[in-house]
């Protein structure tokens, strides 16, 4: 990780530096979606937050409450480090019990404004998980009220209301995601995978144990971690591939990796070209 390191201390700071919050239900899913792009985020001087609406208390077959709660949080620290971002906030609410309620909305208002943020990225609100919905319903609550002084006065309110971006996801009700921009991140596919590696408790227990795979997993941490970059390497969709198209021309066919996102219709409302100029290519 320490040429990583010095090539962020000696990248070229933007004229225009964004603060980007990216938003996950749980204490692994903003890595899982966007590591790639936050990584060439931060590398370009930009700074990135990931905010986990849920401690993560539930999200393992032995370990559960408080104990798992903290040592997942020490795993997204460990995984904000790997990325170069500038922070990642759990914040403290029972994972598997999310509901869209007032006081939820305010926590993520109250984050949005803190970090002032220029863009924020959520989940849809169409999911297999309910917390991954009520994640997406809660940031599309906020999407308008982050500019409303009468809502949370306690925290100055943005006069400028962010843009506000959807994750990839695979769901085809009610509708396909429709991407807007896609990254290519073969270039920083291994710091994704450094980041997921840091997710201990979810990446090589959890999951391959939800998914009857545990037995798949390699002990030594070498085999395991390119075991994870294997079984993370998913093929790209036609969708996705034709938005690589667009933007890295005949390139775009030898992408392996990518993250694709869409724009939400509340918050700011740029056009598909500035969105282009502002994501990393
Ligand atoms: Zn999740």
């Given at each position: 990780m320490?040429?990583?390191?010095?090539?962020?201390?000696?990248?070229p700071?933007?004229a225009?530096?964004?603060?980007?919050?990216?938003?996950?239900?749980?204490?692994?899913?903003?890595?899982?979606?966007?590591?790639?792009?936050?990584?060439?985020?931060?590398?370009?001087g930009?700074?990135?937050k990931f905010?986990?609406v849920?401690?993560?208390?539930?999200?393992?077959?032995?370990?559960?409450?408080?104990?798992?709660?903290?040592?997942?949080?020490?795993?997204?620290?460990e995984?904000?480090?790997?990325l170069?971002?500038?922070?990642?906030?759990?914040?403290?609410?029972?994972?598997?019990q999310?509901?869209?309620?007032?006081?939820?909305r305010?926590?993520?208002?109250r984050?949005?404004?803190?970090?002032?943020?220029?863009?924020v990225?959520a989940?849809?609100t169409?999911?297999?998980?309910?917390?991954?919905?009520?994640?997406?319903?809660?940031?599309?609550?906020?999407?308008?009220m982050?500019?409303v002084?009468?809502?949370v006065?306690?925290?100055?309110?943005?006069?400028?209301n962010?843009i506000?971006?959807?994750?990839?996801?695979?769901?085809?009700?009610?509708?396909?995601?429709r991407?807007?921009v896609?990254?290519?991140?073969?270039?920083?596919?291994?710091?994704?995978?450094?980041?997921?590696?840091?997710?201990?408790?979810?990446?090589?227990?959890?999951?391959?144990?939800?998914?009857?795979?545990?037995?798949?997993?390699?002990?030594?941490?070498?085999?395991?971690k390119q075991?994870?970059?294997?079984?993370?390497?998913?093929?790209?969709?036609?969708?996705?591939?034709?938005?690589?198209?667009k933007?890295?021309?005949?390139?775009?066919?030898?992408?392996?990796?990518?993250?694709?996102?869409k724009?939400?219709?509340?918050?700011?409302?740029?056009?598909?070209?500035?969105?282009?100029?502002?994501?990393?290519?």
């Amino acid at each position: 990780m320490i040429g990583s390191v010095m090539l962020m201390a000696q990248a070229p700071q933007p004229a225009t530096k964004l603060r980007i919050i990216a938003i996950g239900a749980h204490p692994d899913d903003c890595d899982g979606k966007f590591a790639g792009t936050a990584a060439k985020f931060a590398k370009a001087g930009h700074q990135v937050k990931f905010l986990s609406v849920t401690n993560g208390d539930a999200g393992h077959q032995s370990e559960r409450g408080a104990a798992l709660a903290k040592r997942r949080f020490a795993e997204t620290q460990e995984s904000a480090r790997r990325l170069g971002i500038a922070e990642y906030q759990v914040l403290d609410n029972h994972d598997g019990q999310l509901l869209p309620s007032l006081s939820v909305r305010e926590q993520i208002i109250r984050a949005i404004r803190q970090w002032n943020a220029d863009i924020v990225l959520a989940p849809r609100t169409n999911d297999y998980h309910p917390d991954h919905r009520y994640t997406g319903v809660l940031v599309q609550d906020a999407a308008y009220m982050v500019v409303v002084p009468n809502v949370v006065p306690d925290v100055k309110p943005l006069r400028k209301n962010p843009i506000f971006m959807y994750y990839e996801d695979n769901f085809q009700e009610p509708t396909p995601f429709r991407p807007d921009v896609a990254v290519a991140i073969d270039d920083v596919w291994d710091l994704k995978i450094a980041a997921l590696d840091a997710q201990v408790s979810q990446m090589y227990e959890w999951l391959p144990w939800v998914d009857g795979r545990l037995a798949e997993v390699p002990a030594d941490a070498a085999s395991r971690k390119q075991w994870l970059s294997k079984s993370r390497t998913r093929q790209i969709s036609p969708a996705v591939r034709a938005a690589l198209e667009k933007r890295y021309g005949a390139q775009a066919q030898q992408v392996q990796h990518a993250e694709a996102f869409k724009l939400c219709e509340y918050g700011r409302q740029p056009s598909i070209a500035s969105l282009q100029e502002m994501f990393p290519k």
